[in-house]
T-cell receptor
Framework: KAGVTQTPRYLIKTRGQQVTLSCSPI?????VSWYQQTPGQGLQFLFE???????NKGNFPGRFSGRQFSNSRSEMNVSTLELGDSALYLC???FGTGVYEQYFGPGTRLTVT | SQQGEEDPQALSIQEGENATMNCSYK?????LQWYRQNSGRGLVHLIL?????REKHSGRLRVTLDTSKKSSSLLITASRAADTASYFC????????????????FGKGTKLSVIP
């Protein structure tokens, strides 16, 4: 099976812009989770989608949003980018929610200048 | 907020030695998982241990879970240079009331260096 793919792999944006990141899960997986990884805060949970519904949300401002399509592909959007949004954004897919192991994509490295 | 806390933060050993990493957490869990991350890349799932299990093995990996102490350990035996990576524990906790989805919460990781 093909692994989790994320596009783009690298992105440079300026403050105030918005960005959309994409994630294609492993075939058959219906749960997609998003994480932000920074050197200071580590891996932080953003949100999880299962069958097109947001099932869980981390402690992030409303500028961070996401959605999931009927084919389980997911996108996350960050509006009004801030310097502190520079991070590695990781997407993970799993068969179900939480109680299953997650399979991670390679991540999107976002740099905000 | 971090649920799992790994210890030590960094570990440097010689090839062939064993490496032990510990993880402590605060609330009740459904399961605990260990992941590996090579520099700046995605995480790779290593092993999942459920709250009613005490020990699990996978190849050179051995994981223990002590729910009374809210702690887990990951042992890598006969380490290799290719084991150099950051290792994270992640706890899966359910929402209040038990219904709905579980959230996976990661610790800050242990950076393991295996010297050839």
């Amino acid at each position: 099976k093909a692994g989790v793919t994320q596009t783009p792999r690298y992105l440079i944006k300026t403050r105030g812009q918005q960005v959309t990141l994409s994630c294609s899960p492993i075939s058959g997986h219906r749960s997609v989770s998003w994480y932000q990884q920074t050197p200071g805060q580590g891996l932080q949970f953003l949100f999880e989608y299962f069958s097109e519904t947001q099932r869980n949300k981390g402690n992030f401002p409303g500028r961070f949003s996401g959605r999931q399509f009927s084919n389980s592909r997911s996108e996350m959007n960050v509006s009004t980018l801030e310097l502190g949004d520079s991070a590695l954004y990781l997407c993970a897919s799993s068969f179900g929610t939480g109680v299953y192991e997650q399979y991670f994509g390679p991540g999107t490295r976002l740099t905000v200048t | 907020s971090q649920q799992g806390e790994e210890d030590p933060q960094a570990l440097s050993i010689q090839e062939g030695e064993n490496a032990t990493m510990n993880c402590s957490y605060k609330t009740s869990i459904n399961n605990l998982q260990w992941y590996r991350q090579n520099s700046g890349r995605g995480l790779v799932h290593l092993i999942l241990i459920r709250s009613n299990e005490r020990e699990k093995h996978s190849g050179r990996l051995r994981v223990t879970l002590d729910t009374s102490k809210k702690s887990s350990s990951l042992l890598i035996t006969a380490s290799r240079a290719a084991d150099t990576a950051s290792y994270f524990c992640a706890t899966a906790s359910g929402p209040p009331g038990g219904a709905g989805s579980y959230q996976l919460t990661f610790g800050k990781g242990t950076k393991l260096s295996v010297i050839p």
